[in-house]
Nanobody, 122 residues
Framework: QVQLVESGGGLVQAGGSLRLSCAAS????????MAWFRQAPGKEREFVAC????????YYADSVKGRFTISRDNAKNTVYLHMNNLKPEDTAVYYC???????????????WGQGTQVTISS
């Protein structure tokens, strides 16, 4: 069992930056691929970024590529999402997820955090 707690959300002006953190409890954190998904009001949940267990492989949605960076610190059981050049369309609840497969599909991740709100003002 893995429990995930996100932090770092907030209100930022367009063009600004935020760093989301996700602290994981449980054993063998490095065995899990980690991902971030987001859901905007009235929209379906969408994939943002993922990183494999060792941290050496990452993958991004086209909409955030070049602006967001996912990373992890296995010694701290924490995954991060560094978000730069934020846009109003990035406004959403951001969810941290964990799973044994490295995937862009949400149902492949059985463990989810409670979400953190990110709001970008224009």
């Amino acid at each position: 069992q893995v429990q995930l707690v996100e932090s770092g959300g907030g209100l930022v002006q367009a063009g600004g930056s935020l760093r989301l953190s996700c602290a994981a409890s449980g054993r063998a954190f490095s065995n899990y691929a980690m991902a971030w998904f987001r859901q905007a009001p009235g929209k379906e949940r969408e994939f943002v970024a993922c990183v494999n267990g060792g941290g050496g492989s990452t993958y991004y949605a086209d909409s955030v590529k070049g602006r967001f960076t996912i990373s992890r610190d296995n010694a701290k059981n924490t995954v991060y999402l560094h978000m730069n050049n934020l846009k109003p369309e990035d406004t959403a609840v951001y969810y941290c997820t964990a799973g044994l497969g490295y995937s862009v599909i949400d149902r492949h991740y059985p463990y989810w955090g409670q979400g953190t709100q990110v709001t970008i003002s224009s």
